[in-house]
């Protein structure tokens, strides 16, 4: 039997919503998916400038009682509507994920409000969320993509909040009850807040369901900016020294662009064509030819200061120089010669591809519609980025390589052990070793052939 030809996509089709902004500053946003059974929400609550020990145990701690009930209650609550809730926090955001029946959209909506209005932080929930996260964060810690990633973050971010999002452990041991209460208060508050809900109902009745629940969710705290991220400073490779290590984490940042930037449809596939998904130069290159890696990666990752490319991958001990060269050449080659038409054309259709299986589930909806609003986009947005995608030209992507993509604007973070690797990442680019006692250790100022 013979295959029939794939169909082209057309123009990505966005469901059907509607939206309302409450009187204290909530702005909601009803998507209409048919045929869902739960309805699913996201909350996005402004959270700039708060301590990432803070921000870490409130998250935790949100859902462990209000005023009305204990935390036990409120679970037994959520589980009669066939529902959960539960929050984590980052340097942008508090998020409050859910979900119920799509019958019991308001009952979800009052245990929110109820929980919004009057989380309590009880004594003793906040010391057992505290000593479990701490001892999440001790183990997390101990991992090594976690700690070159904690490298990387303060090298390209240096001077802004985002260069320290892991909490230090004694700043999480030092968080008390009263804190949380009061940083609640001053924070979780209405004002430039956004509630995404997605299931089928009509747009406007939802609307209506969550200003019956949440119009009283009132609060005096404003939400602060922070200040776009600088652009990455390229300079020495940084190497963190890993005694024993038996491989090494390679991390490579380079500037990128905002999501309705002129430039981000035809920098998304030059990204897919260096190492965006598994057909990429560099998978080709570093796995499939050398076995240097199983599969390295790299992404454009938005946050609301700016946007970062971030390239990783995890190479044995014995080929971290040799990795690290193969990397900067395909950069080189990416930046320095148009591609194919047909390699600009199967990223592209990977990029339309991932968009419509992003809106293909309920959860990937829900997801998409939260990170656009906290953005201030709409799902309209995505159709406007899949016209983007369609229109670039191989020689757009060949000038948005040309002017992100060049090693010249690499910054370059290594982890492992410096005993063994130190000499032959030197050859490659200049380099600096950063010690276990987190002092630089040795620098080589000078490439060597």
Known sequence: ????????????????????????????????????????????????????????????????????????????????????????????????????????????????????????????????????FADRLRIRLRRPTQRVLMALRERIYEGHPYATQIPRLPDVLGVHPEDLRALHARRVVPGEAFLVLVGDHDPDDALAVAARRLGGWTGAGAGERLPRIPAPVPGAALLVDSPAAV???????????????????????????????????????????????????????????GSTLVAAAEVATAVTGPALAETLRELEKIAGEPPAEAEVEQAREYALGSLVLGMSTQSGLTRLAGNLAGHGLRLDYLAAHADGLAAASAGDVFRAAATYLTPARAVIVLLGDAARVAAEVGAVVPAAVRGADGHIASENGEKRD
Do not use: C
């Not at 998304?268 to 990666?297: C, H, M, V």
């Open 247 to 305: 491989q090494s984490s390679l991390r490579v940042a380079l500037p990128a662009v905002r999501r309705g930037h002129p430039d981000n449809a035809a920098l998304q596939l030059a990204n897919l064509i260096f190492g965006g998904y598994f057909s990429s130069r560099w998978t080709q290159n570093l796995r499939e030819d050398k076995g240097y890696t199983y599969s390295p990666s790299s992404v454009i990752e938005h946050a609301l200061a």
């Open 1 to 132: 039997m013979t295959l029939p030809a794939l169909t082209r996509l057309g123009r990505l089709a966005v469901p059907e919503q509607a939206e309302l902004t409450l009187p204290g500053g909530l702005t909601v946003i009803a998507v209409r998916r048919p045929g869902a059974a739960l309805v699913e929400l996201r909350l996005w609550v402004p959270f700039a400038r708060v301590a990432p020990a803070s921000s870490a145990v409130l998250a935790q701690s949100l859902f462990s009682g209000t005023g009305e009930r204990s935390g036990t209650g409120l679970a037994s609550a959520l589980q009669r509507v066939g529902g959960m809730l539960s929050a984590q926090a980052d340097p942008d955001r508090l998020l409050v994920t859910g979900s119920a029946l799509g019958t019991e959209l308001d009952e979800l909506l009052a245990l929110l409000a109820e929980v919004l209005a009057g989380a309590a932080y009880p004594d003793g929930e906040v010391g057992t969320a505290r000593e479990r």
